[in-house]
């Protein structure tokens, strides 16, 4: 058997074979044919695997490809559009991908040398995968898979689902400007058509507007006085950070509770809730957002908290209007556990789920469920019994995380809507 000695790299980059490098088992040198034959078959085999790697571009939307994402790591994606590069040759494409163990908002276009060709998955059409993947599955199995995946959308049907879908796979807008902060997108939002081909905007703090240049920006003087215009605005702003929302055009029906930052630069926008001026479900907020600069400082479970002190003010209970985004789900779990637990903590005696709801306007339903994942519920005789033992309620409260910042009750102004003049 030949052996072959350690090639040399040159300083320009390019690899030399040594002269009489190949040797027989006896050390003997081989007959000059045996050395071109082996250059021969590298050759052959760099040309062999270049000439795949053509075949397979451009990738086809649907491929599944590891990808190096910012940890440096490779992870598994889905190509979910393609795009030609300006003046690129013609297998010069950006891929739109979505990393299959993230949410979505982690989608991005990233380019081809992000990508390990090596790992290039068969693409398999996916109409004929759904018929194979319909038939092995029961009736329960497939009603379960159409429930999941309506989630967040239930007033859609299928082909409009679908339709959906298509409309918002790509991300549009994929960074915007807003006061101090580049903040990069999570969702498509539905941008005028003129807007479609920047991939950043501009949006003016105060009112907020948005503009395709820093120049328009820098123009551009506002009062910010509150109207529909503005409310349309947050609404296209929220979009492009909440997977399952809808509203953007009608917010004649709503309320928004602005948060914000004072500088001597004047109010920053740092989120918002929304609320029905009218709710026959009892919702107390519609849509919940703070920017992703500001987020994990509180003001999350600050604006929910506040939301459910306007609806002590009312005498009403409320819960927030589903679906919950899975930052919101989380954060409302939060609140409703640590509310909950600080009165079982100091409460003696018997309490009711009603009494409960009355103290902290909690829907029934929230604090059963809450209680109920946290293992403090018994169903006895008839009825449903809170079991509070202190060092479990201790281990609770610990779990739960600290809380937002407090809301100072007697700062409160507000008249609930309907007693507005």
């Known amino acids: 058997m030949g052996s072959i000695d350690t090639p040399v790299v040159e300083e320009n980059g390019s690899t030399q074979i040594p002269d009489a490098t190949y040797t027989n088992g006896d050390g003997s040198s081989p007959p000059p044919a045996a050395a071109d034959s082996a250059i021969a078959r590298s050759g052959n085999e760099s040309f062999r695997s270049n000439k795949r790697r053509s075949s397979m571009l451009p990738l086809e939307v649907g491929t599944r490809v590891l990808c190096r994402w910012r940890d440096g790591k490779f992870h598994l994606v889905k190509v979910i559009e393609r795009r030609r590069m ?11 991908v979505h990393y299959t163990e993230f949410n979505r908002r982690l989608d991005e276009w990233v380019r081809l040398e992000q990508l390990d060709l090596a790992s290039v998955e068969t693409v398999v059409d996916e109409k004929v995968e759904d018929k194979v993947t319909s038939l092995k599955m029961t009736r329960h199995q497939k009603r379960k898979i159409d429930e999941t995946h309506v989630e967040g959308h239930e007033e859609l049907d299928a082909a409009s689902l679908r339709e959906h879908e ?43 507007n948005f503009m395709k240049r820093k120049e328009q920006l820098q123009r551009h003087m506002v009062d910010g ?16 950070f909440l997977d399952h929302k809808t509203l953007y055009y009608d917010v004649d029906l709503f309320l928004f509770y602005v948060l914000c930052e004072c500088d001597d630069r004047g109010c920053h926008m740092v989120g918002y809730f929304s609320k029905e001026k009218h709710s026959e479900e009892s919702f107390n ?7 992703p600069p500001y987020q994990r400082k509180g003001y999350g479970k600050f604006l929910i908290a506040f939301s459910y002190e306007l609806s002590k003010k009312e ?7 589903r679906p919950l985004s899975d930052l919101g789900l989380l954060s409302y779990r939060g609140y409703w556990t ?8 100091k409460h003696k005696g018997n309490i009711s789920i009603k009494e409960l709801s009355d103290m902290t306007a909690i829907k029934a339903e929230d604090i059963l469920a809450t209680l109920q994942g946290l293992e ?14 202190p060092k479990v309620l201790d281990r609770h409260l610990k779990a739960a995380g600290r809380g937002g910042l407090e809301v100072d009750v007697s700062k409160l102004i507000w008249t609930p809507y309907k007693e507005q003049g």
Do not use: M
């Open 338 to 345: 640590r509310v909950l637990l600080d009165i079982l903590k």
């Open 285 to 291: 907020l519609a849509c919940i957002l703070t920017l």
């Open 166 to 208: 298509e409309f918002t796979k790509v991300k549009n807008i994929a960074t915007i400007e807003l006061g101090r902060y580049e903040i990069e997108t999570w969702y498509f939002s539905p941008f005028p058509p003129e807007c479609n081909d920047s991939l950043k905007l501009y949006f003016c703090e105060f009112c907020l």
């Open 376 to 389: 403090l519920i018994q169903y006895r005789k008839g009825q449903h019994v809170i079991c509070a033992d």
């Open 86 to 96: 300006q003046c690129g040759g013609p297998n010069d494409y950006e891929y739109y």
């Open 315 to 321: 005498g009403k209970v409320g819960t927030p209007e």
């Open 225 to 240: 006085k509150k109207n529909k215009v503005y409310g349309q605005n947050l609404c296209y702003l929220a979009k492009l």
